[in-house]
């Protein structure tokens, strides 16, 4: 079988280029168009991923303020044409007094309750649910210890008792 | 004899025009060509720039040549590797053996494997090394164990692999301490043989290191 050395291969390479059987021109082009669609494939993912490569996700990229919908102030016109502007205080304010004239006169038919016009979702903090701590921190208030023991107190009532 | 004689005798030699012209005295049109062990086939995969191309469409055999002279006018006309787009591959193999694992001169075979990191100029010379090496029949001199060699260009870093037809360790091991010596590999380089029965598990550890 014959066998080549590498250094006898390369003794034997001519020194001019010689010519092949096959379309090498071609074959040339086809590498030099995947070179070329892969470049602007590339230049493509850049303008798009704005430079960043395999940036992690940020965890604060789209955690902005939290989107809070404001009511338009509604205006009212009245029989003489004034206009009156009734913001969400306004109004609020205007309930209290209302409800307070209310049960101040012990009208409850004059009562118009107030609802609130912004929609507020409740979330329960799961945090909390498992551990010991409470869930709504309006139950630190409620459970906590009112009627303490005073020692000075029954010491007192001891001592009137005795006499 | 001094340089002036030596220059009149060479004057004197009249050039036998019925001697066969070799590659060295006449790079066109020479007669004497040097055969190779067997026929051998380059193949070229082609990137996908298209989602509908399937693997079949990619791989394509390029030419083949059985002669020294033939082998070299190919490499002096087709794209040095480091010129090559990312996830292009050059297969050289064995007659019509084509480059899968599918293929049944592959099938109970595996391949040494070796990854080059960085885009070097190494890489153009390593894998001329590896193909003179393998046409030439001097990694495997006692028994034809070699089917193929692939040469892979990745973005983490260039792969080189050398298939065989078999798994057997001892002659493996021979074909692997002369592949890392191709590859100018010190004691730090890391060779690896995988069966191609392994192929579809990524986890696949190599059943031989060197």
């Known amino acids: 079988m014959p066998s080549y050395t590498i250094e006898e291969l390369i003794q034997l390479k001519p020194s001019e280029t010689l010519s092949v059987d096959f379309d090498a021109v071609e074959f040339k082009a086809i590498i030099e168009k995947v070179k070329q669609v892969q470049a602007l494939k590339e230049e493509e993912y850049n303008a798009t991923h704005h430079g960043h490569f395999n940036r992690r996700r940020s965890s604060h990229l789209h955690h902005g303020k939290p989107k809070v919908k404001q009511h338009k102030p509604k205006v009212t016109t009245d029989e003489n044409g004034w206009s009156t502007f009734e913001t969400k205080t306004n109004e609020e304010g205007d309930s209290e007094n209302n409800s307070d004239s209310n049960t101040s006169n012990g009208n409850s038919a004059g009562f118009t309750p107030t609802i609130s016009k912004e929609t507020v979702k409740v979330k329960p903090n799961n945090r909390h649910i498992s551990s010991s701590r409470p869930a709504d921190n309006s139950d630190i208030i409620t459970d906590k210890q009112v009627h303490g023991f005073n020692t000075f107190a029954a010491l007192v009532s001891d001592d009137e008792d005795d006499e | ?210």
């Not at chain 2, 193999?93 to 990854?115: H, L, T, V, Y």
């Not at chain 2, 090394?129 to 089917?147: C, H, P, Y």
């Open chain 2, 1 to 210: 004899m001094s340089v002036e004689e030596v220059s009149q005798k060479l004057e004197n030699v009249t050039v036998n025009d019925n001697t066969p012209k070799t590659v060295l005295s006449d790079n066109k049109e020479f007669d004497v060509k040097h055969p190779l062990n067997t026929k051998w086939t380059l193949w070229y995969t082609k990137p996908a720039v298209d989602k509908s191309e399937s693997w079949s469409d990619l791989l394509r055999p390029v030419t083949t040549f059985e002669t020294v002279e033939e082998f070299w006018a190919i490499i002096q006309n087709i794209p040095e590797p480091h010129e090559l787009p990312l996830k292009s591959d050059y297969h050289v193999f064995r007659n019509d053996i084509r480059p899968e694992w599918e293929d049944e001169a592959n099938s109970k075979g595996g391949k040494w494997s070796f990854q080059l990191k960085g885009r070097g100029s190494d890489i153009d010379e390593l894998w001329l090394r590896t193909l003179l090496a393998v046409i030439g029949e001097t990694i495997d001199e006692e028994d034809s164990q070699i089917n193929g060699v692939v040469l892979s260009i990745r973005k983490g870093g260039n792969k080189f692999a050398l298939w065989t037809k078999s798994e057997d360790k001892e002659p493996l091991t021979k074909i692997g301490a002369k592949f890392k010596n191709v590859l100018k590999l010190t004691e730090d380089g890391l060779l690896e043989f995988y069966p191609h029965s392994a192929a579809n598990d990524r986890h696949a550890q190599p059943s031989i290191t060197l």
